[in-house]
C-alpha cells in the first residue's frame, strides 16, 4: 500500500506551504490524481484521514480528488487516444510506438483555507 507513503509526502508538502504562509489551519486540499496512477481512491482517502486528524494544521481538511484522465500518444500517426480504453497499441494505426502522454501524475492542484471571520 504505496498510498500511506503519498498521503504522507501531501501532508508533510501541504503543512510546509502553510507555515511558510503563516497559516494555521487548512480547510481542504485538491488534488489531482492520473488515471492510470496505480492510486487506490479509497484507500488514499483512509490514509488521509488517519493522517489529518494527528496534524493540527490539516485535522479540519477536507480532501478533494479529481481524476486526471490517461492519454497515450503514438509516435508514428501522432495522435492521441484514452490509455484505459485501448492500452498501449494504437487505435488508429496499430503502432506499439507510444507513450504514456498524461495520466500517471499526482499534483496538488489547490489549498483552501477558513474565511477570517471580521
Not at 502522454?101 to 474565511?115: A, D, M, W
Amino acid at each position: 500500500m504505496h498510498e500511506l507513503g503519498i498521503v504522507t509526502h501531501v501532508a508533510k508538502t501541504v503543512e510546509q506551504i502553510a507555515l511558510e504562509n503563516d497559516i494555521t489551519e487548512v480547510s481542504s486540499v485538491v488534488l489531482q490524481i492520473g488515471e492510470v496512477s496505480g492510486i487506490v481512491e479509497d484507500l488514499f482517502c483512509d490514509c488521509w484521514n488517519y493522517f489529518r486528524v494527528r496534524n493540527d494544521i490539516l485535522k479540519n481538511a477536507e480532501l478533494v480528488i479529481e481524476t486526471i484522465p490517461a492519454v497515450t500518444y503514438c509516435s508514428d500517426c501522432r495522435r492521441t487516444y484514452k490509455t484505459v480504453q485501448y492500452g498501449r497499441i494504437c487505435p488508429y494505426c496499430g503502432s506499439e510506438n507510444t507513450w504514456l502522454q498524461q495520466g500517471n501524475e499526482t499534483l496538488i492542484k489547490e489549498i483552501t483555507v477558513p474565511e477570517e471571520e471580521e
